[in-house]
């Protein structure tokens, strides 16, 4: 008897993040229905499913976002419910809606809110009106008078950023430094935008320079009752693609940071949002700018359960099946710090996806050290998909005490047969300014630069 309202899940995902989810399913003493591609037939989360059965071929296209071959394995297999894990279907309302169309669960939030937080334009009106802070700029369409277009910018103050209201990814987003470059960039990131996401739409921001990423991760249930679980970090990007997280943000302010968390919860409560959801910010001097709201769990969800000792796909997946949340927010536990680096098959300098078969696979290990993934010696790295193969993560009492264990973990976990970031991760680890903590966006590039890389 698990008291929630299903008893088999299927998972519509690969990977780490299909294991992780099994994990969580099995925790629960749900059963587990693993679809897969031709590519993915012998994975871990596979072979330990009760049920896998293959979708298609390893183009994703084809499996991983075949909706149709995905809503009929449900049906054969008898699930009753469908974790869309991360990347892939998670964040598509369309597929959310079909699910719950076939009388099955979706794991995460309703269709509607997936269907916001899609459209960033929309998403930032609702989370001005909850009264979330949000980055400067109007949070509608777009006059089409030149002149107008403009008068807006000016008014926002250059540098602004033309942004694709149905972007993600890191894509569909140009800088504009001044007057003389605005009307091009709108015109090329419309027509981009339209190519890449069947949108055209686009909006004018405020350009911060040199802003941290910081994000709220929130859990709410179907009774109105939402917490927020902390913050993480993920300033250490490359091409808007995070490497290294951690939890919590250093150095903010305690006081402010409930401020932004209360105003998360709120912000859940008055759009009916359910499941795990993380607000993500922009941070200058100080100040949160709201951006975006991912709508499923993310990759970087294991420092916030490190740090509150909550398993969060557990959770996410008893409120999705009608269970209370667990805590007040005045009971939601915190300590301690955790890092995690993102694992990925590449050349470390050049970044060049590296595929193939891992010949040895050493774990690090000791107190405080988590290692997700679905590899192991002998697993082939398809060139399919995502590079990457793992997540290193590591805890501490201390910022201090977490980062020195990432250094041992780190010199201790050993990959080959492939080429992985590792030896960036290392070096990182080593450099004086993220110990410090607090870097930028930008610091990463910066750092590689310096360094004659890519
Ligand atoms: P996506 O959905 O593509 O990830 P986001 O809105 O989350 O798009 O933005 C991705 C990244 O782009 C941010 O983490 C940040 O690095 C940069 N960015 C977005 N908006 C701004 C802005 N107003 N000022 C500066 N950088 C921005």
Known sequence: MTGLGFKTVLIANRGEIALRVQRACRTLGLRTVVVHSEADADALAVRQADMALCIGPANAAASYLNQEAILLAAELSGAEAVHPGYGFLSENAAFAARVEAAGLVFIGPPAAAIRMMGDKVAAKQAMRAAGVPCVPGPDTALPEDPAALQALAAAIGYPVIVKAAGGGGGRGMRVVRAAAELLEALAVTREEARRAFGNPEVYLEKFLTAPRHVEIQVLADHYGQAVWLGSRDCSLQRRHQKILEEAPAPGIDPQLLAEIGAACTAA???????????????????????????????????????????????????????????????????????????????????????????????????????????????????????????????????????????????????????????????????????????????????????????
């Not at 040895?360 to 993934?373: E, I, M």
Request: some cysteine; proline content about 4%.
């Open 268 to 454: 859940c409560r008055a759009i009916g949002y359910r499941g795990l959801g993380t607000f993500e910010f922009l941070v200058e001097d100080g100040a949160f700018y709201f951006i975006e709201m991912n709508t499923r769990v993310q990759v970087e969800h294991c420092v916030t359960e490190m740090t509150t000792g909550i398993d969060l796909v557990q959770q996410q997946i008893r409120v999705a099946g009608g269970a209370r949340l667990a805590w007040t927010q005045a009971e939601v536990p915190g300590f301690g710090h955790a890092f995690e680096c993102r694992i990925n098959a590449e050349n470390p300098k050049t970044f060049a996806p590296s595929p193939g078969v891992i010949t040895q696979w050493d774990l690090p290990g000791g107190p405080g050290v988590r290692v997700d993934s679905h590899a192991r010696a002998g697993f082939v790295v398809a060139p399919h998909y995502d590079s990457m193969i793992a997540k290193l993560i590591v805890h501490g009492d201390s910022r201090a005490e977490a980062l020195a264990r990432l250094r041992i973990a780190l010199d201790e976990m050993q990959v080959s047969g492939i080429e992985t970031n590792l030896p960036l991760h290392r070096q990182l680890a080593a450099d004086a300014g993220f110990a410090a903590g607090g870097v930028d966006i930008h610091y990463l590039e910066r750092w590689l630069q310096q360094d004659g890389r890519a």
